[in-house]
């Protein structure tokens, strides 16, 4: 499954949304990926975050006053 997140310079907001988050595929050698695009806030509900600015990983970050920082819970 392609991986929009795994290369960004900074933690992505908690509430920033993608589609493939909601189902699993296997990955096939032979098929490229997508680039599927398809962004959106939770809080919001649509591709426009709570501060007006667009929603996508890139400037989803802490820098805009809407950033909601992810918790990563470790169980042991």
């Not at 509430?15 to 098929?31: C, D, G, H, I, N």
């Amino acid at each position: 499954m392609d991986r929009p997140f795994g290369k960004m310079n900074h933690e992505v907001c908690s509430l920033l949304r993608w589609k493939a988050m909601f189902y699993q595929a296997e990955s096939v050698p032979t098929v490229p990926p997508s680039n599927d695009r398809s962004f959106w806030c939770a809080q919001t509900q649509v591709v426009i975050g709570p501060d007006g600015q667009v929603a996508e990983p890139e400037s989803c970050s802490p820098k805009r006053s809407c950033y909601d920082q992810l918790t990563v819970i470790k169980f042991t």
